[in-house]
């Protein structure tokens, strides 16, 4: 088993998302030591995928306290970003159904840093570049556990020929390709059978146990996971509604918006407000948060 992986320290205290319609999710809590398998469960809509967004530096969170490898969240944000890789997040990190499974490998390939040496060495028909981009998409697919051999045309099949066990194993390849100390992976009980929940629940376990730091979102996380809770609680969900409720005022008659209406992020039609300004420090421009609440429409 590889045990040289680095993963993350994540620790979190009360953090929470707001944006134009409401929290997204609010008061999560998390200490988690690297090579830790991180489940994060809740209802649809109560901002699992907001949080996986918040916690890989995507996202900015507007209230509590975080940091993610030792750097401060929402001042660090690009830094996060850079050690951290997404899978499996529709809208965010989809598949091309049109594209085979060996041009997502060549593509993710070519997004990755230069081969270290030379700048004829990182030319990318170079021996040496081709070399280490062999490598690197070998070590990503035996990592994921994903054989092309048991693929119906090897590395030339396309991503809309793929089991989705099969496809998710390619996103998971993907996010592994440059090395990340993070891996968050959303969605990965959809639409899988018992057997392929389990085994793909496995495959993230083995990942945390070679020391990367796994966050995942779903159902039937094994009993050794962190679990993290995105439910709110009786009270909290009170408060939201008491929140949402409009005032009576005889100038306005506006419908009233709705509990999912004020809870829901944004979409691309709807006008978005700007999350707080960041700090002189920020390394990541103001766009970054009203772009991942439009592209993230389940929350």
Same mark, same amino acid.
């Given at each position: ?5 680095? +993963? ?11 944006? !134009? ?6 008061? %999560? ?10 489940? =994060?469960? +809740? ?9 996986? =967004? ?17 750097? !401060? $969240? /929402? #001042?660090?944000?690009? *830094? ?5 890789? =997404?899978?499996?997040?529709?809208? %965010? ?12 490998? #060549?593509?993710?390939? $070519? ?8 700048? *004829?060495?990182?030319? !990318? ?22 054989? /092309? ?32 100390? $993070? =891996?968050?992976?959303?969605?990965? &009980? ?24 796994? %966050?995942?979102?779903?159902?039937? @996380? ?28 005889? #100038?306005?008659? @506006?419908?009233?918006?709705? &509990? ?7 979409? &691309?039609?709807? @006008?978005?407000? /700007?999350? !707080? ?17 439009? #592209?993230?429409?389940?929350?």
């Amino acid at each position: 088993m590889n045990t040289t992986r680095q +993963g993350a320290a994540v620790n979190a205290s009360g953090i929470g998302v707001e944006g !134009p319609r409401g929290w997204a999710f609010r008061g %999560v809590g998390i200490t988690a030591e690297p090579g830790t398998l991180i489940a =994060l469960q +809740g209802p649809s809509g109560s901002g699992r995928t907001c949080l996986l =967004l918040a916690l890989t530096g995507r996202m900015r969170i507007t209230e509590g306290e975080a940091t993610v490898a030792g750097l !401060p $969240l /929402p #001042k660090r944000m690009g *830094s996060v970003r850079s050690r951290t890789a =997404l899978a499996h997040v529709p809208g %965010v990190a989809d598949l091309e159904p049109a594209l085979t499974v060996g041009e997502h490998l #060549k593509e993710q390939a $070519l997004l990755g840093h230069r081969v270290k040496g030379s700048l *004829s060495a990182s030319l !990318p028909w170079s021996k040496r570049h081709k070399e280490a981009t062999r490598a690197r998409v070998e070590a990503a697919l035996a990592a994921a556990r994903l054989d /092309p051999g048991t693929l119906p045309k090897g590395l030339r099949t396309t991503v809309r020929d793929l089991e989705r066990i099969e496809a998710l194993r390619l996103s998971v390849a993907l996010g592994l390709m440059h090395g990340p100390q $993070l =891996l968050a992976v959303d969605d990965v &009980d959809l639409k899988l059978a018992g057997a392929e929940r389990t085994e793909a629940w496995q495959l993230l376990r083995d990942l945390a146990r070679e020391g990367l730091t796994v %966050v995942a979102a779903g159902d039937g @996380a094994p009993e050794d996971a962190l679990i993290v809770s995105t439910a709110r609680t009786g009270t909290e969900a009170a408060n939201a509604e008491a929140a949402a409720t409009p005032r009576t005022d005889a #100038k306005t008659d @506006a419908a009233p918006q709705t &509990d999912a209406e004020s809870a829901t992020p944004a979409t &691309d039609s709807e @006008a978005t407000e /700007p999350a !707080p300004a960041p700090t002189q420090d920020d390394d990541t421009p103001k766009e970054d948060t009203a772009h991942a609440f439009a #592209k993230t429409g389940r929350a």
